[in-house]
């Protein structure tokens, strides 16, 4: 950040942050006390003696950003304060003078905290440059995509667009899925879910808006559950997941809003189109502009894998996503462990699909050798893990499909065993908060690394 070097920063930083890399999941806790007063420090140093021209290019951030902005800064400004009290951060904890933003109480806030709350405001146009900044230096190195980024399918009901409302919004539903063979009893994962009465209220703009600030700096984005653009299953308040049901969208008008955005700000778009996918949707989907998403795991027809040249042209292809085992992880079946790990899945189940994940894995390979992407070896079947062959066999038959685009997922290139998230959970898995092994300068030296990069290059040239 500019300014950081001329900081004149206490001598026991340095070992603060070596603990903080040395843990094995990430601290965020633990990083925030750390940033916390540092980026307070040069924001101090922005007012006092910031650049001019990075003065007025911050006001006109704000200017642009408008009443979006201003809340957020606020609700974050607010949410500090209810905590250093011996509050909670979520709004919906608060005293009930301070759950809407338009009462007094809040407005008093607001002019006692102009200086914090321009803090935050300060924090978000940080964030916005540095992205801006890694989308021109990716462009710039001959990256024609860039930076991939991602549209979450819900919204935090704790977060400031929450806080907010408006008839948009439906407090009173979260987002979930009805129980399928990957969770028996169903998944809620928390998220407040728009409201299709009151986008219709509000034009759409608020979706709008929200794929507006996506596509900002992304040269793709990928639309999570993009089923929600038809329909989504809402759990009511107070209720598990087995009790919820599907709520219709205006389809036509979602996609259209979608591909009406895209073009202007010329982001590709992936629509994840996994789990339960209403009849016809990824056809309707594909002819509005969109891409599918197809991922390895899910590609057996009758219990045979599909060959590469079966896949869909308008797609992006993957071995895994995050949601998902790893491929090294999927060989041990680490997700079926998961599943009885966290109440999901009892150890009768677990036997069963242990089975059923071996029958997988000999499909698994006379698929890759059918498709000579990978030497026929009676050992591979025979293996505890996945080998590193049949794991470069993998991406070497999946960059042989004619999908537009190939995602090469970084746990994957590095033979990770545990995946980065399982959905549904909360305190049962440690979600988002798994270090890569290595730091990004040594990823060039990493074996099996440059193995499946090479072999996708081999298949792939760059036209």
């Given amino acids: 950040m500019p300014g950081f070097a001329d900081l004149s920063l206490p001598a026991t930083l340095e070992a603060e942050l070596e603990a903080l890399r040395q843990t094995e999941l990430v601290d965020y806790a633990g990083v925030h006390r750390v940033k916390g007063p540092v980026l307070e420090a040069l924001f101090a140093q922005f007012l006092k003696s910031g650049d001019v021209e990075a003065k007025d290019v911050f006001k006109r951030y704000c200017n642009e950003q408008g009443k979006a902005l201003e809340i957020h800064a ?16 979520a709004w919906g904890t608060w005293p009930e003078e301070f759950q809407n933003p338009d009462n007094i109480a809040v407005r008093d806030f607001a002019r006692s905290a102009k200086s914090r709350i321009a803090f935050h405001a300060w924090l978000q146009w940080i964030a916005d440059t540095q992205l801006a900044d890694a989308q021109a230096r990716a462009r710039a190195a001959g990256m024609r995509i860039g930076l991939y980024l991602d549209l979450a399918v819900g919204i935090s009901p704790d977060g400031s667009r929450s806080w907010l409302a408006g008839p948009a919004i439906a407090h009173q539903a ?8 990957f969770s028996a009893l169903g998944q809620d994962w928390g998220l407040v879910p728009f409201s299709p009465v009151g986008l219709a209220e509000e034009r759409l703009e608020p979706f709008r ?5 996506n596509m900002r700096h992304a040269g793709a984005l990928r639309i999570d559950h993009a089923m929600g653009l038809q329909r989504l299953y809402w759990i009511p308040d107070g209720n598990t997941a087995k009790d919820g049901a599907y709520v ?3 389809f036509r008008e979602l996609l259209e809003g979608v591909a009406e955005e895209s073009w202007i700000s010329q982001t590709i778009v992936i629509g994840e189109d996994l789990g339960t996918v209403p009849p016809g949707f990824t056809d309707t989907m594909v002819r509005a502009g969109l891409l599918s998403y197809q991922v390895f795991y899910f590609s057996e027809r009758d219990g045979v894998w599909m060959p590469p040249h079966a896949y869909r042209r308008e797609a992006m292809v993957c071995a895994s ?3 998902l085992p790893t491929l090294k992880g999927w060989w041990v079946s680490n997700d079926i462990n ?8 009892t150890e009768t189940e677990a036997v069963i699909q242990r089975q059923e994940r071996m029958l997988d894995r000999k499909r698994l390979l006379d698929a890759l050798m059918g498709a000579q992407a990978l030497a026929a070896d009676p050992d591979y079947a025979k293996s505890p893990n996945m080998p590193d062959d049949v794991l470069v066999a993998i991406h070497r038959f999946l960059a042989a499909t004619p999908c537009r685009l190939f995602a090469v997922q970084l746990d994957d290139a590095l033979g990770i065993v545990e995946q980065a998230n399982l959905p549904g959970t909360v305190d049962e898995h440690p979600n988002w908060r798994r270090k890569m092994p290595l730091t990004i300068e040594a990823l ?3 074996k099996l690394f440059s193995a499946v990069t090479g072999a996708v290059a081999a298949e792939r040239p760059r036209q």
Avoid: F, Q
Avoid at 174 to 181: A, E, L, T, V
């Fill in 74 to 89: 606020l609700y974050e400004a607010l949410s500090e304060h209810i905590v250093a009290n011996g509050g909670n951060a």
């Fill in 174 to 181: 979260r987002i979930g899925c009805p129980p399928d063979p």
């Fill in 209 to 213: 808006s929200v794929l507006r600030a």
């Fill in 248 to 250: 219709a969208y205006p």
């Fill in 321 to 323: 996503t995050h949601d």
């Fill in 338 to 345: 998961w599943r009885v790990r966290s109440g999901r899945a």
């Fill in 444 to 446: 060039g030296d990493h």
